[in-house]
């Protein structure tokens, strides 16, 4: 019956298929280079969130034993002084559960009553993606997930994806982790990388609400494939994998690994100051609203310098800044969520606050969403 109704088809423990897809290829078609979409219709609001940091902490101090490098230069050119790194047995998944966990107690939503599980990231313990084993541990026993990779602007985008199933019908609540292990795609040996990033994971639980209710106020994604020679981690094809293939042409196949992270420093501080604010502003007028009407700008925690340009060129006060790179570095896709998690269990963010979050990174990828917390 139910399948005669809508374009719904359920199987396994309740996994809705067809129209999750349909919805999710609408958002992508769109997304593909420039989109800034005003949200109407069905809402989603935003009503949970927690993070998980690693135990190892490694400050500038330590790094300047291993590269030649000084507390006073990396704070002064970044604002970093320590960063978590994964050691021992602690490992993404872990991190991307505990976060998980965390944001559903806050939200008071037992895991079976989650639909879909997005696991933002780039570093994931299997390249095959880890959200269907996040969602196994933590029980989300009638779930479906996947992974999304869009490099530091991950957590943005499976935000906003997220309240793309929403509004599409059928999903109630989405759980939306960000997390990142850069620490193992980072050259320790090149003080120009190895003082931005660390590692973390960051969750928040996003559910279906009435259109007046709506927490997804305006957003904008963008990408260009021209500036991913600027920051990059690239596979790279080493030896063969057969030695004899009795003759067949153009075999054998290579056995890939990747690189360490890339990066122009120089080129990719001038893409975010220059897109950034750009982003935030297109997302603002897709929302109906002016600047004024931020209650906190919360950026991708790549450099204070970035933050700062961007928040003065948006004419918004240091007070309304939401920054807490100083202690974890650039942790990619969970830095907006790790900072949104301190921020909102600290008492700063409260509810119906609005917030302007902007993610950006390699690909390039970048994109904004003006949210409403609660
Ligand atoms: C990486 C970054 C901090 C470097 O700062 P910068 O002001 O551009 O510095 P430069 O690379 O021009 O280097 C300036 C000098 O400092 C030196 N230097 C570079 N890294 C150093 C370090 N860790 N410690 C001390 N000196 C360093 C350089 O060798 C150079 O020396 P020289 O003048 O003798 O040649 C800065 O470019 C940046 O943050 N960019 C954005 C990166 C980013 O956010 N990436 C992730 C986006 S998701």
Redesign the pocket.
Known sequence: MLGVLSPFFFCGNGLIVSRCLFWFWQFSAKAGSNCCIRVVGMGSKLVGCGSAIPTLSISNDNLSKI????DE??AA??GIRNRRVLSGDETLRGLSIQAAQRALEMAQVKAEDVDLVLLCTSTPDDLFGGAAQVLTEVGCTNAFGFDITA??SGFIVGLITATRFIKGGGIRNVLVVGADALSKFVDWTD??????FGDAAGAVLVQACSADEDGLLGFCVQSDGNGQKH?NAATSNDESILSNTNGVPGFPPKKATYSCIQ?N??E??RF?VRCVPQSIEKALEEAGLPASSIDWLLL?Q??Q??IDAAASRLDIPSDKIISNLANYG?T?AASIPLALDEAVRSGKVKTGDIIAASG???GLTWGSAIVKWG
């Open positions: 590269v030649e490098t000084s230069w990396i050119r970044t490099a530091c003080r120009g990388t190895c003082i931005l920051l990066m420093g120089k990719v501080f975010a991708h790549a450099n310098r970035i650039n990619s950006f990174g390699a």
